[in-house]
């Protein structure tokens, strides 16, 4: 499990420091600018798209630049056709988009902490219910039609119960 950090390059900053953050709880992270490989590829989109499909999670940083960017909404949209959990880190942006609503928003290091442990139930639960899945399973479209529905219900519980402490400022 690791989580893709969505930014645009002028919040690179605040992008690492979400990365630092995450890494100093053990978490994997993908930062764009930390990877070679997409630092040396004419085909940045396949390599977004393949590190998207390999996290678990992402988190977009929002600030008055993202509106300039296309690869930040184009980042949301494929984690959220690949039913990843999604989240967005707020640096000020006093209207976000609406469709942004739908899952967490957070808007300081203190909301990484509750998205870190929101991260770490999921991780237990997702260990839990992927074997669950193995066991019952049939057939390989029994499998994926499985493992889709736990995906999905995992990424559901999650924003919920994020979204829950982020409401009321989980203690």
């Known amino acids: 499990m690791s989580v893709f950090i969505s930014y645009r390059r002028n919040d690179f900053n605040i992008a690492l420091s979400i990365h630092l953050r995450l890494k100093a709880a053990g978490i994997d992270t993908y930062v764009d600018l930390l990877d070679s ?10 390599v977004i798209t393949k590190n998207i499909s390999s996290s678990t999670h992402l988190i977009a ?22 039913g990843r959990r999604i989240a967005s880190y707020n640096t000020g942006v006093s209207n976000p988009p609406e469709y942004l609503s ?23 639960n997702s260990l839990l219910e992927s074997s669950t899945v193995s066991r019952e399973s049939r057939s390989t479209t029994d ?4 493992s889709f529905s ?15 402490k982020l409401s009321r400022n989980f203690q």
Do not use: C
Request: net charge negative; hydrophobic share 35%.
């Open 150 to 164: 736990v995906i999905q219900a995992n990424a559901d519980r999650f924003h919920t119960s994020l979204k829950n």
């Open 102 to 124: 739908k899952w967490p928003q957070m808007n300081s290091m203190s909301h990484i902490d509750y998205f870190i442990n929101e991260y770490n139930i999921d991780r237990r």
């Open 143 to 146: 499998t994926f039609s499985k």
């Open 37 to 46: 490989e997409s630092q040396s590829t004419d085909d940045i989109t396949s």
């Open 61 to 82: 940083v929002l600030s008055s630049q993202t509106a300039l960017s296309w690869w930040v909404p184009f980042e949301i949209g494929e984690a959220t056709i690949l």
